[in-house]
């Protein structure tokens, strides 16, 4: 690399953390025509248009968050604006989880990816119906609804959108129907080979009739042989009943085996997570492969688009501890507290999410020639505690919060409303 080649831009002097080219030091990374040219120590400032000082911040891979809801407009209070929880927030890829499905993915496609200025997936949803109003009527998740033909299609002519399947596996659903529908996600799955987000932990109420025979600890022993290979174990950190922690307070044999076999866990964060089981889990050797933040418009608070319904009371309802304020960051913060390293987490964000996207090399990397997705994270040191809705407090002695990102080399500053902010205990 001659030295004399004019960049646009050289992000200098930050710590460079990218799992896949195994770099992990203090390094410029220089920028032009959108793509990343190279990762190196000490590149001659003189070479480039535009020079942005980053010493003492953390350089990413830009960060992809495996469980977003931005199926805006559509999906009622649930869905937000892609950009809020994307570029806005430090991150540009995002992979909405079940807001479209075969009969409204054109419309996530026009509206949405097209639209957004982070980069747009989706793992469409197993059900017709999607994530209406985040899946709150729980009749119109039954076998009924579900088109295997129709949604295999859907995902095959739309590959370049549709990485996945998302489906529910939890009490509510298996009371009033079984495991049938979790069968038939599966299929789609095997039949249009994606991998199938498995979401765990109780979401709707049970049936008038009570739970029908369905015990909640049987659930992911029944579901787990019915996956594949890639297929991704979400929530496992759940408050809610059916996560990877039983109701005698140990965590599932099942799935240490799954994982023996390639199954991801993906964390799935949201405001049901909690540390206690967590903690639990990860003692037990279960460390996520994958983060996601699991922000939708139940759990922060975000104006609800004009015409619709009044807010309803909902499982899901419970706003962020921290204000209802919440980002992809803040959960990284989340499981350093647990006492994962940065360099444990990282991955969770950038290598392995583009592993289960099947885009490894293209995202989540800073190789040279690829589009220059870059997050700049600042680690602010000191005391911090964070809770959950739990009531659990841990205590972290840092906190991350992005600074900026780059998607395809443009910046965008960390400006969303429902950044936290960082205050020291
Ligand atoms: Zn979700």
Known sequence: MSVSTTFDLLLRGGRVIDPASGIDGIKDVAVRAGKVVTVQADILPTSAKEIVDVSGKIVLPGLIDTHAHVYQYVTGRFGVNADMVGVQSGVTTLVDQGGPSCMTLPGFRHFVAEKALSRTYAFLSAYLVGGLEGHYYPSLYSPDGVDIEATVKAANANRDLVRGIKAHAEIGGFARWGIRVI??????????????????????????????????????????????????????????????????????????????????????????????????????????????????????????????????????????????????????????????????????????PAEMLGLSGEIGTLRSGVDADVTVLVEHPGRYILRDNEKTEVIADSLLQPAFCLRAGVRHDATAPILPRAVAA
């Open 183 to 352: 069968e038939m996600a599966a299929e789609i799955g095997r039949r249009a080979d994606l991998p199938v987000y498995v979401h765990f932990g109780q979401l709707w109420g049970l049936p008038a009739s009570g739970t029908n025979g369905e015990d909640v600890d049987t659930i992911l022993t029944r579901v787990i042989p019915l996956l594949r290979s890639g297929d991704v174990l979400a929530h496992p950190f759940t408050r809610h009943p059916g996560g990877f922690v039983n109701r005698e307070g140990e965590v599932h044999p099942v799935v240490r085996a799954a994982l023996d076999r390639g199954l991801r866990v993906d964390v799935g964060h949201g405001s049901h997570f909690s540390y206690r089981l967590a903690r639990k889990a990860i003692a037990a050797g279960i460390i996520p492969t994958t983060l996601g933040a699991d922000i939708h418009g139940y759990n922060t608070h975000v104006p609800a688009p004009a015409g619709t319904p009044d807010e309803h009371a909902d499982d899901e309802n419970h706003p962020f501890a921290s204000q209802a304020k919440f980002s992809l960051v803040q959960a990284m913060s989340s499981m350093m507290a647990l006492g994962l390293t940065l360099e444990q987490v990282v991955p969770m964000v950038t290598s392995h």
